[in-house]
């Protein structure tokens, strides 16, 4: 009922107040690539640490060193089904792995050389890249063994594009063998293109 001459007064209940915060798509976009930067940093932090605690005067610090990060390459290639069968497959390895070879540099080449023998799925093809990553003079005796005794098309390219990191007057009288007496015509057509390669060079 309304009386008159009367006001009637309602108390209103006072929202509590909100503070949003909005990330402008411009904010989102830059802390993307700043926790990646982050994680990148800290993967080649810990490889170098662990490249520097291995003693380059020390043959057999090195083979270590090499033997792990070989071995702890090719098991993260490596999954179980579930009926327990092992399967492997192919990863390019990542920056942080060849960081670490790297690192060792030349005095890595006798026991990478070793590990061209392997029996593990990928291990030859790693233990090619692992050379090409280091390159100079003292990766070409191994490659050049490895072509003339593997029978393995992947390995044999491989090695190939690994001697282009070796010096020039190394690496084409091999290669240029290879184009001369390999049967396998796709690795003489790798041949030829890394020749041409080799041979822009040292025209320029």
């Known amino acids: 009922m309304k009386y008159p001459g009367i006001r009637r007064h309602t108390t209103r209940r006072s929202r509590p107040v909100q503070f949003h915060s909005r990330r402008t798509p411009v904010a989102r976009w830059l802390l993307v690539p700043m926790a990646a930067i982050i994680l990148l940093s800290s993967l080649n932090v810990n490889s170098l640490a662990q490249c520097q605690s291995a003693s380059q005067d ?10 792990r990060i070989f071995n702890r390459t090719l098991d993260a290639m490596e999954t179980t089904t579930p009926e327990g069968v092992k399967a492997t497959t192919w990863m390019p390895p990542d920056q942080s792995i060849e960081d670490e070879i ?11 050389a070793v590990l061209l023998k392997s029996e593990r799925p990928f291990g030859v093809l790693l233990g090619v890249r692992m050379l090409g990553w280091i ?3 003292k990766i070409v005796t191994p490659l050049k063994e490895l072509l003339e005794s593997s029978t393995s098309q992947i390995a044999k390219t491989n090695a190939l594009e690994a001697l282009s990191t070796a010096p020039t007057e190394l690496a084409l ?8 007496t390999d049967i396998n015509r796709y690795v003489r057509e ?4 890394v020749e041409a390669r080799l041979k822009g060079k040292v025209e320029n």
Not at 173 to 180: A, F, G
Request: proline share 14%; charged share 20%.
């Open 58 to 67: 020390s043959p057999v610090a090195v083979r270590q060193e090499v033997e």
């Open 190 to 193: 790798k041949a030829s293109r």
């Open 102 to 112: 790297k690192c060792l540099g030349p005095s890595a080449v006798p026991a990478i």
């Open 135 to 137: 390159g100079g003079p």
């Open 173 to 180: 009288p091999i290669i240029q063998r290879v184009l001369d």
